[in-house]
């Protein structure tokens, strides 16, 4: 089988972009080869992968790509977890589909639509660049609008969790957010360098959301970020990368900005009334329509079309604009060599060896 390798510009791990009309169609074969693709990538080549895109051309009018993601788990059991959505590996999916000619052709007025089966989310894409290196905006469409209310999983915007007042909110992706002041954090700097006793805390509170929420506690989601409001018109945010990464945790979730669907959901939740993010917004005099995030990686500004402010209010789109995705090529994945497929099988001609493969001999990190 030949795999794609794309990246953000500001995050080195790249996404592994795989045909999805080749794959096991039951989860436990799936995970199992993609843990197998992995692990053969990390043994060969030296390439880390944490997220795996997975594509085809949707066989729905209203859609260009069909995305499916899933999110390594490392551990004492490495799995991949199928929940939740990435809007960086969104955009390597499409740069992959551009590549490959499986989409139409991109103009002014007319986005790249993009359906997220793991979630039903509407993603539309706009794309400056065909070269290996393309530039985009991404905006996440709900259709029906969204009532803030059910962006709210247990349907009050603060609780008590663990001594703390949280707040719970989900655009997409479930996160927990919490007062970076209640840490002992009053400033950018010692919450952007917080250690591992703060961290521990973090991981603390996420396991206990889980419960709560009814979702594995060493699973990918709730993710949990700590936001201190430090700057006119901007919240500093701190991500705790998912269960099992190195103490003190390091990697993709704190090189890089908030990825579009982390930051959508913490820009809802500062427009939602009586959140701790929206608290702290407020504090800062930011626009309801418009939020920057601040994180140890970088800076992402989101907009949102909003009715208001109060639970029954709607949220009909969130964008967010310039992130840079490189094509590093394809590669070809000696163990899933058997999942080739064919001619007869595929809706639309492959065009995947029109580039050179790379090979083990031939790429290392």
Not at 221 to 238: E, N, T
């Amino acid at each position: 089988m030949i795999g794609h390798l794309c990246h953000t510009a500001e995050k080195g791990d790249p996404t592994l972009v795989l045909d999805r009309r080749a794959l096991p169609g039951d989860e436990r074969e799936l995970a199992a080869a993609l843990l197998l693709a992995r692990d053969w990538l990390t043994a060969a080549q030296g390439i880390d992968i944490t997220t795996i895109a997975m594509i085809e051309p949707s066989a729905d009018p209203e859609f260009d790509l069909d995305h499916r993601f899933a999110r390594y788990l490392p551990g004492s059991s490495p799995r991949f977890a199928l929940r939740g959505s990435c809007g960086h590996a969104i955009l390597c999916s499409v740069a992959v589909a551009q590549r490959l000619a499986w989409l139409p052709r991109h103009t002014a007025g007319r986005p790249l639509r993009v359906k997220v089966l793991n979630t039903g989310d509407r993603v539309e894409c706009e794309v400056d660049g065909t070269g290996r290196t393309a530039t985009f905006a991404v905006e996440f469409a709900y259709r029906p609008p969204r009532r803030l209310r059910d962006l709210l999983p247990t349907g009050t915007p603060r609780e008590e969790l663990d001594g703390l007042t949280v707040s719970m909110v989900s655009a997409g992706n479930p996160h927990v957010l919490v007062d970076a002041a209640d840490l002992g954090l009053h400033d950018q700097e010692t919450l952007f360098a917080a250690g591992p006793a703060v961290r521990r805390r973090l991981a603390g509170l996420r396991r206990g959301a889980a419960r709560r929420l009814g979702l594995p506690e060493d699973g990918a989601f709730p993710g949990i970020a700590a936001v201190g409001q430090y700057q006119y018109r901007r919240l500093a945010v701190l991500p705790l990368p998912a269960p099992g990464a190195t103490d003190p945790p390091s990697g993709p979730d704190e090189s890089a900005p908030l990825a579009p669907a982390d930051a959508i959901t913490v820009a809802a939740a500062a427009v939602i009334e009586g959140t701790v993010a929206q608290r702290l917004a407020t504090r800062g005099w930011s626009r309801a329509d418009e939020l920057v995030v601040d994180t140890p990686g970088g800076t992402t500004v989101v907009r949102l079309a909003v009715s208001g402010t109060t639970a029954d209010d709607t949220l009909t789109r969130a964008r967010v604009r310039r992130r840079t995705i490189r094509y590093a090529g394809p590669v070809l994945l000696e163990p899933l060599r058997g999942l080739m497929l064919t001619p007869q099988d595929a809706p639309r001609p492959l065009a995947l060896r029109r580039h050179p493969v790379m090979h083990a001999s031939a790429h290392s990190r």
